[in-house]
């Protein structure tokens, strides 16, 4: 699967981004799909995911601000980031799950493919 992230910039503290990721290739295949975000230095960390099923988690720093959300018919997901802090400044990762069976055995098949990271940056 291969994912194009975008929306990512520049605002102030308190502003608005809404990032878009879309999946193409093997779609069908997709379970789930997820932001994460990275500082320099710092392992790369879960910000918010949904499953195909439409079940949603995010991480406590960014509940009630974040509000992922996907269309299955577009292949997107979308990251709406109200209220922004400056700690939210990160490079942020669009990535999808995957799953499917392969050869004649139908061996499943897991795994996770990553776009590529835009950069959010949020000013005190």
């Known amino acids: 699967v291969q994912l194009q992230a975008s929306g990512g910039g520049s605002v102030r503290a308190g502003g608005s981004l809404r990032l878009s990721c879309v999946a193409s290739?093997?779609?069908?295949?997709?379970?789930?799909m997820g932001w994460y975000r990275q500082t320099p230095g710092k392992e790369r960390e879960l910000v918010a995911s949904?499953?195909?099923?439409?079940?949603?988690n995010y991480a406590n720093s960014v509940k009630g601000r974040f509000t992922i959300s996907g269309d299955n018919a577009k292949n997107t997901v979308y990251l709406q980031m109200n209220t922004l802090k400056s700690e939210d400044t990160a490079v942020y990762f669009c990535?999808?799950?995957?799953?499917?069976?392969?050869?004649?055995?139908?061996?499943?098949?897991?795994?996770?493919?990553w776009g590529q990271g835009t950069q959010v940056t949020v000013s005190s």
């Open positions: 949904i499953t195909r099923g439409g079940s949603r």
């Open positions: 990535a999808a799950d995957i799953m499917y069976l392969e050869g004649v055995d139908e061996v499943p098949v897991v795994s996770r493919d």
């Open positions: 290739g093997r779609v069908s295949s997709i379970t789930g």
